[in-house]
Nanobody, 125 residues
Framework: QVHLVESGGGVVQAGGSLRLSCAAS????????MGWFRQAPGKEREFVAA????????AYADSVKGRFTSSRDNAKNTVYLQMNDLKPDDTAVYYC??????????????????WGQGTQVSVSS
């Protein structure tokens, strides 16, 4: 069983930055493909970013490309999401999760298991 805990959310003005962390326990973190999703009130959960075990491969939603960067530290069992130039549309609860299907499905939340509890990001204009 894998347990994930997100942290680092908060309230920030537009143009600001936040770094989210997702700490994992249980299982072999260094073997996991990890993903970040977000969900705003009244909207469906949407893909944000994904990262391979070695961090050599990453993927981003078009809406965050160039502003968000995912990284990981396998020695600390932690994956990060650096968010720069934040916009009000980025306001959401952000979740990390373990990809348990093939990489080709990394944008589909149904390909993930072991979700964290989420961390709230609020961006004011």
């Amino acid at each position: 069983q894998v347990h994930l805990v997100e942290s680092g959310g908060g309230v920030v003005q537009a143009g600001g930055s936040l770094r989210l962390s997702c700490a994992a326990s249980g299982g072999t973190f260094s073997e996991y493909y990890m993903g970040w999703f977000r969900q705003a009130p009244g909207k469906e959960r949407e893909f944000v970013a994904a990262i391979s075990p070695s961090a050599r491969t990453t993927a981003y939603a078009d809406s965050v490309k160039g502003r968000f960067t995912s990284s990981r530290d396998n020695a600390k069992n932690t994956v990060y999401l650096q968010m720069n130039d934040l916009k009000p549309d980025d306001t959401a609860v952000y979740y990390c999760a373990v990809l348990t299907k093939q990489w080709v499905a990394h944008r589909n939340y149904e390909a993930y298991d072991y979700w964290g509890q989420g961390t709230q990001v609020s961006v004011s204009s």
